[in-house]
T-cell receptor, first 115, second 116 residues
């Protein structure tokens, strides 16, 4: 199993500013992902964080708005840029190993409120 | 593409009642199937999983059987407790042609409230 530490756990930010969320995994994992969970909704994949290269973004999400870094196998960051109230959501980091039967592990999430 | 359809909520039950949350999926190949639980203010935790047809995942009194013929993975518990109140997500684990894993596809989530 893997334990994922995500911080901050919550933040209230002014519109137009940026917030960087950090995700640390306690073991080396192949795959790391960032999800968004809007209030009362399911999880939507933002991107797959690739080690040492640009992240792979899902439709509707772009690098300029959600830049992602992954400098090594255990750490990733997601930045929410130029925030607006519509970005208020829970952001979740997830990690999964390469085998197709493996489960994904999740951080506790970052609850972001943009005012 | 892959998709998961999950029973709409919210679901409210009395303690010791029987629980069923329906989940059906659409996928190519033979994905792994998962149930995750999210308690208030927390991230997602794996509840159980099944990796091939007819597998039964079980944990904490919850069970789900991977039914390929009906493309279903319904979650059941014989006697729910107040502490089971949470949001439950059905998920499908896709994979690339190479066999390596990709991201999970989640259902919409079902809010369960168990009353004493």
């Amino acid at each position: 199993s893997a334990v994922i530490s995500q911080k901050p756990s919550r933040d209230i930010c002014q519109r137009g500013t940026s917030l960087t969320i950090q995700c640390q995994v306690d073991s080396q994992v192949t795959m790391m992902f960032w999800y968004r969970q809007q209030p009362g909704q399911s999880l939507t994949l933002i991107a797959t964080a690739n080690q040492g290269s640009e992240a792979t973004y899902e439709s509707g999400f772009v690098i300029d708005k959600f830049p992602i870094s992954r400098p090594n196998l255990t750490f990733s960051t997601l930045t929410v840029s130029n925030m607006s109230p519509e970005d208020s959501s829970i952001y979740l980091c997830s990690a999964r190993d390469r085998g197709k039967n493996t489960e994904a592990f999740f951080g506790q999430g970052t609850r972001l409120t943009v005012v | 593409g892959n998709s998961v359809t999950q029973m709409e909520g919210p679901v409210t039950l009395s303690e010791e009642a029987f629980l069923t949350i329906n989940c059906t999926y659409t996928a190519t190949g033979y994905p792994s199937l998962f149930w995750y639980v999210q308690y208030p203010g927390e991230g997602l935790q794996l509840l159980l999983k099944a990796t091939k047809a007819d597998d039964k995942g079980s944990n904490k009194g919850f069970e789900a059987t991977y039914r390929k013929e009906t493309t279903s993975f319904h979650l059941e518990k014989g006697s729910v407790q107040v502490s089971d109140s949470a949001v439950y997500f059905c998920a499908l684990g896709g994979f690339f042609r190479s066999g390596s894993a990709r991201q999970l596809t989640f259902g919409s989530g079902t809010q369960l409230t168990v009353l004493p």
